[in-house]
Protein backbone atom coordinates (compact mmCIF):
# COMPACT_ATOMS: atom_id res chain seq x y z
CA UNK A 1 0.00 0.00 0.00
CA UNK A 2 1.40 3.79 -0.94
CA UNK A 3 1.39 6.86 0.94
CA UNK A 4 -0.64 7.84 -2.51
CA UNK A 5 -4.37 7.82 -1.31
CA UNK A 6 -3.70 9.96 1.77
CA UNK A 7 -1.82 12.63 0.35
CA UNK A 8 -2.89 15.51 -2.41
CA UNK A 9 -2.03 14.42 -5.99
CA UNK A 10 -3.56 14.35 -9.63
CA UNK A 11 -6.69 13.16 -10.71
CA UNK A 12 -5.70 9.28 -12.22
CA UNK A 13 -10.00 9.35 -13.92
CA UNK A 14 -9.50 13.39 -14.87
CA UNK A 15 -6.15 11.52 -16.79
CA UNK A 16 -7.65 8.68 -18.20
CA UNK A 17 -10.69 10.65 -19.54
CA UNK A 18 -7.54 12.53 -21.51
CA UNK A 19 -6.05 9.86 -22.96
CA UNK A 20 -9.68 7.73 -24.04
CA UNK A 21 -10.29 11.12 -25.92
CA UNK A 22 -7.13 10.85 -27.75
CA UNK A 23 -7.22 6.83 -28.44
CA UNK A 24 -9.74 8.28 -30.66
CA UNK A 25 -8.25 10.49 -32.80
CA UNK A 26 -6.20 8.35 -35.32
CA UNK A 27 -8.06 4.73 -33.83
CA UNK A 28 -7.36 1.73 -36.21
CA UNK A 29 -9.44 -0.87 -36.50
CA UNK A 30 -6.72 -2.93 -34.28
CA UNK A 31 -7.44 -1.03 -31.39
CA UNK A 32 -4.36 1.21 -31.82
CA UNK A 33 -3.70 4.56 -33.55
CA UNK A 34 -2.19 5.60 -36.67
CA UNK A 35 -1.27 9.80 -36.11
CA UNK A 36 1.77 10.34 -38.39
CA UNK A 37 3.21 14.08 -37.49
CA UNK A 38 1.65 16.53 -39.02
CA UNK A 39 -1.14 14.48 -40.50
CA UNK A 40 -5.16 15.64 -40.16
CA UNK A 41 -5.03 13.27 -37.06
CA UNK A 42 -2.05 15.05 -35.66
CA UNK A 43 -3.56 18.36 -36.28
CA UNK A 44 -7.09 17.10 -34.76
CA UNK A 45 -5.15 15.65 -31.46
CA UNK A 46 -2.99 19.12 -31.30
CA UNK A 47 -6.21 21.09 -31.63
CA UNK A 48 -8.08 19.02 -29.06
CA UNK A 49 -5.07 19.59 -26.66
CA UNK A 50 -4.69 23.06 -27.32
CA UNK A 51 -8.57 23.19 -26.78
CA UNK A 52 -8.06 21.64 -23.01
CA UNK A 53 -5.41 23.57 -22.45
CA UNK A 54 -7.10 27.18 -22.89
CA UNK A 55 -10.39 25.88 -21.15
CA UNK A 56 -8.05 25.11 -17.65
CA UNK A 57 -6.96 28.88 -18.70
CA UNK A 58 -3.54 28.87 -19.48
CA UNK A 59 -1.54 30.03 -23.41
CA UNK A 60 -0.66 27.75 -25.57
CA UNK A 61 2.87 28.81 -27.39
CA UNK A 62 4.09 27.35 -30.79
CA UNK A 63 7.35 27.93 -32.51
CA UNK A 64 8.26 27.37 -36.12
CA UNK A 65 8.36 23.89 -36.01
CA UNK A 66 4.88 22.99 -34.39
CA UNK A 67 6.53 22.37 -30.89
CA UNK A 68 2.98 23.33 -28.57
CA UNK A 69 3.65 24.96 -24.70
CA UNK A 70 1.28 24.52 -23.17
CA UNK A 71 1.95 27.96 -19.40
CA UNK A 72 1.50 28.00 -16.58
CA UNK A 73 2.87 31.21 -15.38
CA UNK A 74 4.90 31.41 -12.05
CA UNK A 75 5.26 34.34 -9.45
CA UNK A 76 8.84 34.95 -10.46
CA UNK A 77 8.78 35.65 -14.07
CA UNK A 78 12.69 36.07 -14.27
CA UNK A 79 12.67 32.27 -12.89
CA UNK A 80 13.43 29.61 -16.39
CA UNK A 81 10.20 27.46 -15.71
CA UNK A 82 10.42 23.59 -15.48
CA UNK A 83 9.23 21.95 -18.72
CA UNK A 84 7.77 18.60 -19.13
CA UNK A 85 6.32 16.68 -22.60
CA UNK A 86 6.53 14.36 -24.54
CA UNK A 87 4.31 13.70 -28.24
CA UNK A 88 1.39 13.24 -29.23
CA UNK A 89 2.58 11.70 -32.83
CA UNK A 90 2.57 7.75 -33.83
CA UNK A 91 3.63 5.00 -35.63
CA UNK A 92 1.98 4.49 -38.54
CA UNK A 93 0.63 1.36 -36.56
CA UNK A 94 1.50 2.60 -33.19
CA UNK A 95 -0.05 2.30 -30.13
CA UNK A 96 -2.22 4.67 -27.36
CA UNK A 97 0.31 5.26 -24.74
CA UNK A 98 3.96 5.80 -26.44
CA UNK A 99 4.45 9.68 -26.20
CA UNK A 100 1.11 10.42 -25.70
CA UNK A 101 0.98 9.43 -21.95
CA UNK A 102 3.65 11.79 -21.48
CA UNK A 103 2.47 15.00 -22.43
CA UNK A 104 -1.21 14.37 -20.96
CA UNK A 105 0.44 13.43 -17.74
CA UNK A 106 2.03 16.77 -17.94
CA UNK A 107 -1.83 18.93 -18.76
CA UNK A 108 -2.78 16.68 -15.77
CA UNK A 109 -0.01 17.97 -13.26
CA UNK A 110 -1.11 21.72 -14.26
CA UNK A 111 -4.32 20.90 -13.83
CA UNK A 112 -4.04 19.16 -10.53
CA UNK A 113 -1.88 22.40 -9.17
CA UNK A 114 -4.80 24.85 -9.99
CA UNK A 115 -7.41 21.69 -8.04
CA UNK A 116 -5.14 22.47 -4.95
CA UNK A 117 -4.65 26.10 -5.63
CA UNK A 118 -1.10 25.92 -5.48
CA UNK A 119 1.28 28.47 -7.10
CA UNK A 120 4.50 27.72 -7.87
CA UNK A 121 7.85 30.56 -8.05
CA UNK A 122 8.57 28.77 -11.43
CA UNK A 123 6.41 28.51 -13.95
CA UNK A 124 5.45 24.82 -15.38
CA UNK A 125 5.05 23.69 -19.22
CA UNK A 126 4.02 21.25 -20.59
CA UNK A 127 5.36 20.62 -24.22
CA UNK A 128 4.70 18.69 -27.30
CA UNK A 129 7.34 17.66 -29.78
CA UNK A 130 6.71 18.03 -33.15
CA UNK A 131 7.73 14.42 -35.21
CA UNK A 132 9.14 12.51 -32.77
CA UNK A 133 8.38 8.84 -33.80
CA UNK A 134 10.11 9.81 -37.23
CA UNK A 135 7.97 7.66 -38.83
CA UNK A 136 7.15 10.47 -41.47
CA UNK A 137 9.73 12.79 -41.40
CA UNK A 138 13.65 11.58 -40.87
CA UNK A 139 15.09 12.08 -38.48
CA UNK A 140 13.23 11.07 -35.40
CA UNK A 141 13.38 13.38 -32.22
CA UNK A 142 13.34 15.94 -35.15
CA UNK A 143 12.21 19.06 -33.49
CA UNK A 144 13.66 18.75 -30.14
CA UNK A 145 17.28 17.79 -31.90
CA UNK A 146 16.72 21.28 -33.26
CA UNK A 147 15.43 23.23 -29.85
CA UNK A 148 18.58 22.01 -28.31
CA UNK A 149 20.48 23.45 -30.61
CA UNK A 150 21.23 20.45 -33.16
CA UNK A 151 20.53 21.47 -36.25
CA UNK A 152 18.87 24.41 -37.63
CA UNK A 153 15.24 25.14 -38.21
CA UNK A 154 15.88 25.78 -42.38
CA UNK A 155 17.25 22.38 -42.61
CA UNK A 156 14.23 20.54 -40.12
CA UNK A 157 11.92 22.77 -42.85
CA UNK A 158 13.04 21.15 -45.36
CA UNK A 159 12.44 17.00 -44.20
CA UNK A 160 10.75 15.38 -47.29
CA UNK A 161 8.42 12.24 -46.13
CA UNK A 162 8.29 9.90 -48.78
CA UNK A 163 6.34 11.67 -51.21
CA UNK A 164 8.52 14.21 -51.50
CA UNK A 165 6.29 16.65 -49.20
CA UNK A 166 8.33 19.06 -47.08
CA UNK A 167 8.19 19.38 -43.33
CA UNK A 168 7.47 23.11 -43.65
CA UNK A 169 5.04 23.06 -46.17
CA UNK A 170 2.63 19.49 -44.04
CA UNK A 171 3.44 22.35 -40.71
CA UNK A 172 1.64 25.17 -42.70
CA UNK A 173 -1.16 22.92 -43.98
CA UNK A 174 -2.31 21.51 -40.75
CA UNK A 175 -1.91 25.03 -39.42
CA UNK A 176 0.83 24.63 -36.89
CA UNK A 177 3.22 26.89 -38.29
CA UNK A 178 4.00 29.09 -35.32
CA UNK A 179 5.92 32.19 -35.04
CA UNK A 180 8.24 31.71 -31.51
CA UNK A 181 11.66 30.75 -32.01
CA UNK A 182 12.82 27.21 -31.63
CA UNK A 183 14.46 27.20 -28.49
CA UNK A 184 17.28 29.75 -27.21
CA UNK A 185 15.57 30.21 -24.28
CA UNK A 186 16.87 29.26 -20.73
CA UNK A 187 14.50 26.13 -18.90
CA UNK A 188 15.15 25.02 -15.23
CA UNK A 189 14.87 21.27 -16.12
CA UNK A 190 13.02 18.62 -18.28
CA UNK A 191 10.72 15.46 -17.08
CA UNK A 192 10.03 13.38 -19.56
CA UNK A 193 7.55 10.71 -18.25
CA UNK A 194 7.06 7.31 -20.97
CA UNK A 195 5.96 4.26 -21.05
CA UNK A 196 9.09 1.47 -20.59
CA UNK A 197 8.68 -0.15 -24.10
CA UNK A 198 10.41 -2.96 -22.52
CA UNK A 199 8.90 -5.55 -20.13
CA UNK A 200 10.98 -5.12 -17.30
CA UNK A 201 8.44 -3.04 -15.02
CA UNK A 202 5.96 -5.50 -16.21
CA UNK A 203 7.89 -8.72 -15.23
CA UNK A 204 9.72 -7.14 -11.76
CA UNK A 205 6.04 -5.75 -10.43
CA UNK A 206 8.14 -2.20 -9.93
CA UNK A 207 5.85 0.62 -10.14
CA UNK A 208 8.26 3.01 -11.63
CA UNK A 209 11.24 3.20 -13.66
CA UNK A 210 13.61 5.88 -13.00
CA UNK A 211 16.03 6.40 -15.84
CA UNK A 212 19.27 7.68 -14.79
CA UNK A 213 21.16 6.69 -18.43
CA UNK A 214 20.19 5.81 -21.96
CA UNK A 215 22.43 2.58 -24.24
CA UNK A 216 24.42 3.84 -26.81
CA UNK A 217 22.44 2.97 -30.69
CA UNK A 218 24.06 2.97 -33.63
CA UNK A 219 22.00 2.70 -37.18
CA UNK A 220 23.66 1.89 -40.01
CA UNK A 221 22.46 1.91 -43.60
CA UNK A 222 23.92 -0.38 -46.06
CA UNK A 223 24.58 -0.61 -49.82
CA UNK A 224 25.08 -3.97 -51.76
CA UNK A 225 25.79 -3.53 -55.17
CA UNK A 226 26.12 -6.03 -57.81
CA UNK A 227 24.46 -6.94 -61.30
CA UNK A 228 21.40 -7.92 -63.05
CA UNK A 229 21.58 -11.25 -64.93
CA UNK A 230 18.88 -14.12 -66.02
CA UNK A 231 18.63 -16.50 -63.20
CA UNK A 232 18.48 -19.88 -66.12
CA UNK A 233 21.86 -19.31 -67.30
CA UNK A 234 24.20 -17.43 -65.36
CA UNK A 235 26.62 -19.81 -63.70
CA UNK A 236 26.38 -19.92 -60.23
CA UNK A 237 30.56 -18.73 -59.90
CA UNK A 238 29.25 -15.19 -62.06
CA UNK A 239 26.32 -14.40 -59.78
CA UNK A 240 26.83 -11.19 -58.54
CA UNK A 241 23.62 -10.85 -56.50
CA UNK A 242 22.88 -8.10 -54.19
CA UNK A 243 19.89 -9.81 -52.63
CA UNK A 244 22.02 -12.66 -51.34
CA UNK A 245 24.86 -10.15 -50.45
CA UNK A 246 22.34 -8.22 -48.04
CA UNK A 247 20.99 -11.86 -46.55
CA UNK A 248 24.47 -12.96 -45.59
CA UNK A 249 25.25 -9.41 -43.87
CA UNK A 250 21.64 -9.81 -42.19
CA UNK A 251 22.24 -13.26 -40.89
CA UNK A 252 25.76 -11.69 -39.61
CA UNK A 253 24.01 -9.14 -37.80
CA UNK A 254 21.70 -10.91 -36.01
CA UNK A 255 24.32 -13.65 -34.99
CA UNK A 256 26.29 -11.25 -33.72
CA UNK A 257 22.58 -9.65 -31.25
CA UNK A 258 23.05 -13.57 -29.87
CA UNK A 259 26.78 -13.38 -29.31
CA UNK A 260 26.19 -9.79 -27.14
CA UNK A 261 22.94 -10.59 -25.25
CA UNK A 262 24.40 -12.36 -22.23
CA UNK A 263 26.17 -8.77 -21.17
CA UNK A 264 22.42 -6.92 -22.90
CA UNK A 265 23.86 -6.24 -26.61
CA UNK A 266 21.18 -6.49 -29.09
CA UNK A 267 20.85 -5.97 -32.88
CA UNK A 268 18.06 -5.80 -35.68
CA UNK A 269 17.62 -5.80 -39.06
CA UNK A 270 14.50 -3.56 -39.88
CA UNK A 271 14.61 -3.24 -43.22
CA UNK A 272 15.63 -4.42 -47.11
CA UNK A 273 14.91 -2.07 -50.15
CA UNK A 274 15.75 -4.56 -53.31
CA UNK A 275 16.07 -3.82 -56.28
CA UNK A 276 14.21 -5.17 -59.30
CA UNK A 277 12.89 -7.48 -56.53
CA UNK A 278 11.90 -9.62 -59.34
CA UNK A 279 11.48 -12.91 -60.30
CA UNK A 280 13.63 -14.41 -62.68
CA UNK A 281 16.34 -11.49 -62.25
CA UNK A 282 19.19 -10.97 -59.73
CA UNK A 283 19.05 -8.03 -58.16
CA UNK A 284 21.81 -4.95 -58.68
CA UNK A 285 20.82 -3.33 -55.75
CA UNK A 286 20.39 -3.48 -52.12
CA UNK A 287 19.76 -1.40 -49.44
CA UNK A 288 19.59 -2.82 -45.82
CA UNK A 289 18.84 -0.69 -42.34
CA UNK A 290 20.81 -2.12 -39.24
CA UNK A 291 20.52 -0.95 -35.96
CA UNK A 292 22.58 -2.09 -32.65
CA UNK A 293 22.41 -1.16 -28.45
CA UNK A 294 24.68 -2.18 -25.93
CA UNK A 295 24.77 -0.07 -22.67
CA UNK A 296 28.32 -0.03 -22.70
CA UNK A 297 29.58 2.27 -25.36
CA UNK A 298 33.62 0.82 -25.16
CA UNK A 299 31.41 -2.64 -26.49
CA UNK A 300 29.09 -0.92 -28.95
CA UNK A 301 32.35 -0.19 -31.08
CA UNK A 302 33.37 -3.66 -30.56
CA UNK A 303 29.80 -4.16 -32.30
CA UNK A 304 30.61 -1.59 -35.04
CA UNK A 305 33.70 -3.34 -35.34
CA UNK A 306 31.75 -6.95 -35.78
CA UNK A 307 29.95 -4.98 -38.39
CA UNK A 308 32.55 -3.85 -40.49
CA UNK A 309 34.22 -7.36 -40.93
CA UNK A 310 30.74 -8.47 -41.64
CA UNK A 311 30.39 -6.78 -44.50
CA UNK A 312 33.48 -7.25 -45.51
CA UNK A 313 33.33 -11.28 -45.55
CA UNK A 314 29.94 -11.29 -47.05
CA UNK A 315 30.72 -9.09 -49.89
CA UNK A 316 33.63 -12.01 -50.62
CA UNK A 317 30.63 -14.33 -50.28
CA UNK A 318 28.64 -12.90 -52.92
CA UNK A 319 30.84 -11.52 -55.27
CA UNK A 320 29.03 -7.69 -54.63
CA UNK A 321 30.38 -4.60 -53.21
CA UNK A 322 29.27 -3.92 -49.43
CA UNK A 323 29.39 -0.47 -48.31
CA UNK A 324 27.88 1.49 -44.58
CA UNK A 325 26.35 3.79 -47.09
CA UNK A 326 25.37 6.07 -43.82
CA UNK A 327 25.60 5.49 -40.04
CA UNK A 328 23.43 7.46 -37.37
CA UNK A 329 23.42 7.16 -33.13
CA UNK A 330 22.32 8.71 -29.97
CA UNK A 331 22.29 7.46 -26.24
CA UNK A 332 25.21 6.62 -24.07
CA UNK A 333 24.44 9.79 -22.37
CA UNK A 334 23.53 10.17 -18.51
CA UNK A 335 20.51 11.82 -16.86
CA UNK A 336 20.82 14.88 -13.99
CA UNK A 337 22.24 12.85 -11.12
CA UNK A 338 20.34 15.67 -8.51
CA UNK A 339 17.13 15.17 -10.68
CA UNK A 340 17.24 11.08 -10.81
CA UNK A 341 17.71 11.70 -6.89
CA UNK A 342 14.90 14.09 -6.33
CA UNK A 343 12.66 11.60 -7.80
CA UNK A 344 13.94 8.67 -5.52
CA UNK A 345 13.43 10.73 -2.47
CA UNK A 346 10.22 11.43 -3.53
CA UNK A 347 9.20 7.94 -4.73
CA UNK A 348 10.06 6.47 -1.34
CA UNK A 349 8.21 9.41 0.75
CA UNK A 350 5.41 7.74 -1.27
CA UNK A 351 5.83 4.30 -0.89
CA UNK A 352 6.18 3.71 -4.62
CA UNK A 353 8.85 0.97 -5.90
CA UNK A 354 10.99 2.01 -8.05
CA UNK A 355 14.11 0.94 -9.73
CA UNK A 356 16.79 2.53 -11.57
CA UNK A 357 17.37 2.02 -15.14
CA UNK A 358 18.26 2.55 -18.24
CA UNK A 359 16.33 3.52 -21.46
CA UNK A 360 16.91 1.45 -24.86
CA UNK A 361 14.79 3.58 -27.24
CA UNK A 362 15.45 6.97 -28.15
CA UNK A 363 13.62 10.13 -26.92
CA UNK A 364 13.12 13.76 -26.97
CA UNK A 365 14.85 13.37 -23.52
CA UNK A 366 18.16 12.94 -25.18
CA UNK A 367 18.26 16.21 -26.73
CA UNK A 368 17.16 18.32 -23.78
CA UNK A 369 19.67 16.53 -21.61
CA UNK A 370 22.71 18.18 -23.61
CA UNK A 371 20.66 22.10 -22.46
CA UNK A 372 19.20 21.84 -19.37
CA UNK A 373 19.19 18.90 -16.26
CA UNK A 374 16.91 15.94 -17.94
CA UNK A 375 15.51 13.12 -16.32
CA UNK A 376 13.23 10.35 -17.71
CA UNK A 377 10.57 8.35 -16.10
CA UNK A 378 8.98 5.01 -16.74
CA UNK A 379 5.59 3.38 -15.99
CA UNK A 380 4.98 -0.70 -17.22
CA UNK A 381 3.36 -1.18 -20.22
CA UNK A 382 2.09 -4.83 -21.16
CA UNK A 383 4.59 -7.37 -21.46
CA UNK A 384 6.49 -4.73 -22.80
CA UNK A 385 4.43 -4.31 -26.40
CA UNK A 386 5.42 -1.13 -28.13
CA UNK A 387 5.07 0.61 -31.37
CA UNK A 388 2.50 -1.45 -31.60
CA UNK A 389 -1.77 -1.73 -32.22
CA UNK A 390 -1.71 -4.20 -28.72
CA UNK A 391 0.16 -1.56 -26.66
CA UNK A 392 -1.43 -1.56 -23.56
CA UNK A 393 -0.94 -0.35 -19.81
CA UNK A 394 -2.86 -0.92 -16.39
CA UNK A 395 -4.25 1.89 -15.13
CA UNK A 396 -3.78 1.49 -11.95
CA UNK A 397 0.00 0.95 -12.42
CA UNK A 398 0.54 3.58 -14.19
CA UNK A 399 -0.58 6.16 -11.50
CA UNK A 400 2.41 6.04 -9.56
CA UNK A 401 4.93 7.43 -11.74
CA UNK A 402 2.12 10.43 -12.60
CA UNK A 403 2.24 11.42 -8.95
CA UNK A 404 5.47 10.80 -9.19
CA UNK A 405 6.07 13.76 -11.76
CA UNK A 406 3.68 15.78 -9.99
CA UNK A 407 6.04 16.20 -6.77
CA UNK A 408 8.97 16.47 -8.50
CA UNK A 409 8.14 18.91 -10.60
CA UNK A 410 6.48 20.88 -7.47
CA UNK A 411 9.49 20.45 -5.91
CA UNK A 412 11.52 21.47 -8.40
CA UNK A 413 9.38 24.78 -9.47
CA UNK A 414 9.02 25.88 -5.55
CA UNK A 415 5.74 26.30 -3.72
CA UNK A 416 5.22 30.05 -3.43
CA UNK A 417 2.74 29.53 -0.89
CA UNK A 418 5.54 27.78 1.71
ZN1 LIG B 1 7.76 7.76 -27.61
Not at 52 to 63: M, N
Not at 115 to 137: L, Q, Y
Not at 194 to 205: A, K, M, S, Y
Not at 312 to 323: D, G, K, L
Amino acid sequence: MSNLDTMPGIDARRLWSTLEASSEIGATPGGGLRRLALSEEDRAMRDLFAFWARESGYEVGIDRLGNMFVQRPGTDPKAPPVLMGSHLDTQAKGGRYDGILGVLAGLEVLRSLDDHGIATVRGIEVVNWSNEEGARFQPPMLCSLVFAGGASVEWALDREDKSGVRFGSALEAIGYAGEEPVGGRELDSYFELHIEQGPVLDETGDDVGIVTSAYVMAGMRIQILGQTSHVGPTPMHHRKNALVGAAYVAVEVNEMGWRYAPEDGKSSVARIDVSPNLPGLLSDEAQLYIDFRHPDPDRLDAMTADVEAAVTESARRSRTEISIAERWGFGGLRFDPGLASLLTRQATALSIRFREMASQAGHDAYHMNNICPTVMIFSPCKDGITHNEAEDVDWDRTTPAVELLFRAVLERAGRADG
